[in-house]
């Protein structure tokens, strides 16, 4: 069978899967809050779960929760082609943020059993635990254990803000399983996310076809100064750790603007002590996010930042440390991969262009272990990791037709 455009999904039942999944754990202004291993995140799992199974596929769940339903292929000794994302979301999170990616996989086997398609290759529907990493740090944590990038047994110890621990909540849920994590080999894996940012929706493009992903570093720099009175501290004599945040902000941008296209940095999170209006902020603790598609570029840009601290802390007589709390480096995609997906988009009519996610994804760390690509659809104003996300149904289907047509090629169609 030759591929075509006529391969394609049913749009309307993939819009209404993402519809139903999103009435659990719904947010408060129209998205979700289906955190990790919460009550919602495990309502989630089972309902996808009632879904795989009615469409014939059987469930293998690991000791890190990941979830896989395989469709059997006609060579029972063929390596399994592996799609799909993550069903977590953030506390503030949209409706398709991976969402899309898990139940786009699901549709797109769904449609295989329509048209009785059986291909060489089996195709497994993949649901990654704890991408987000907004409960348990660090996010992509359970893909991160599966490509042997974190220890089991330290991934398990990650502590919620109250305290509880991720091994504790995944046995809570009842989505322990007992299968080894790692111990799955693929031919491929691939995932269609949504692109958090602007570009195809500002290019009027259909498809990003992923080509990098960017590395990054988060640091966390703690500034400290001396508390005192706003109002009776004479200005030479003040050691003001805000001040020092504040040019270390500026300093952050002005590097990342001197690497551009691509290079990105800001400062996220934030801790002021002791946070009063008339006391000169003694103590500050703040993390640097800095991303860029070349090693080269990001090693020079953390140097830069680490340097112009230093400075900046100096002047200002105030201590500085700083520490490394999350890292990893570029990631180059598999080019038959990416070609599988831009021979899709090509196929099907959509335009698309090569683009480097921004964003972590399980992709990143699955890379590391199996040929890997993404596949990427528009967002609304380029928004995510917020409520008011939005996608089109058009934009979800197109987005779907490329996954569907890239696996099948990959996975190849018994005549």
């Known amino acids: 069978m030759a591929l075509n455009s006529n391969l394609q999904i049913d749009g309307d039942r993939l819009w209404d899967a993402l519809m139903e999944m999103a009435k659990i754990g719904p947010g408060v202004a129209g998205g979700n809050n289906r955190q990790t291993l919460t009550d919602e995140d495990g309502e989630g799992r089972k309902l996808f779960q009632s879904w795989a199974e009615a469409a014939g596929m059987t469930m293998g769940v690991d000791t890190m929760g990941n979830m896989f339903f395989r469709r059997e292929g006609a060579d029972l000794d063929a390596l399994p082609v592996y799609v799909g994302s993550h069903l977590d979301t953030q506390p503030t999170g949209g409706k398709y943020d991976g969402v899309l990616g898990v139940l786009g996989a699901l549709e797109l086997v769904r449609t295989l059993n329509d048209l009785n398609i059986k291909t060489r290759h089996p195709i497994v529907v993949t649901n990654w635990t704890n991408e987000e990493g907004t409960r348990f740090a660090p996010a992509m944590l359970a893909s991160g254990v599966f490509a042997g990038v974190h220890e089991e047994d330290w991934a398990k110890a990650r502590l919620d803000a109250k305290g509880k621990s991720f091994g504790e909540e995944l046995k809570r849920i009842g989505w322990e399983g007992e299968e080894p994590v790692g111990a799955r080999k693929m031919k491929a894996f691939f995932e269609l996310h949504i692109e958090q940012g602007p570009i195809l929706e500002d290019?009027?493009?259909?498809?990003?076809?992923?080509?990098?992903?960017?590395?990054?570093?988060?640091?966390?720099?703690?500034?400290?100064?001396?508390?005192?009175?706003?109002?009776?501290?004479?200005?030479?004599?003040?050691?003001?750790?805000?001040?020092?945040?504040?040019?270390?902000?500026?300093?952050?941008?002005?590097?990342?603007?001197?690497?551009?296209?691509?290079?990105?940095?800001?400062?996220?999170?934030?801790?002021?002590?002791?946070?009063?209006?008339?006391?000169?902020?003694?103590?500050?603790?703040?993390?640097?996010?800095?991303?860029?598609?070349?090693?080269?570029?990001?090693?020079?840009?953390?140097?830069?930042?680490?340097?112009?601290?230093?400075?900046?802390?100096?002047?200002?007589?105030i201590d500085v440390s700083v520490d490394e709390v999350g890292h990893f480096d570029p990631v180059t995609f598999d080019e038959a991969c990416v070609k599988a997906v831009r021979n899709a988009a090509e196929r099907l009519g959509l335009s698309h262009t090569d683009i480097v996610s921004g964003a972590g994804h399980d992709a990143c760390w699955i890379n590391r272990v199996a040929p890997t690509a993404m596949v990427m659809c528009p967002c609304v104003d380029g928004l995510s990791h917020n409520e008011a996300e939005e996608i089109t149904k058009e934009w979800a289907a197109n987005g779907a037709n490329v996954l569907l047509q890239a696996v099948v090629e990959t996975a190849g169609v018994v005549e």
């Open 203 to 317: 290019e009027g493009l259909d498809i990003g076809v992923v080509t990098h992903g960017q590395g990054l570093y988060w640091l966390e720099v703690t500034l400290t100064g001396k508390e005192s009175h706003t109002g009776s501290t004479p200005m030479p004599k003040r050691r003001n750790a805000g001040l020092g945040m504040a040019r270390v902000t500026e300093l952050v941008h002005e590097v990342a603007m001197d690497y551009q296209p691509n290079a990105v940095g800001a400062i996220g999170h934030v801790e002021v002590y002791p946070n009063s209006r008339n006391i000169i902020p003694g103590k500050c603790v703040f993390t640097v996010d800095i991303r860029s598609p070349s090693k080269e570029t990001l090693d020079t840009m953390r140097e830069r930042i680490e340097d112009g601290i230093d400075t900046i802390a100096e002047a200002l007589d």
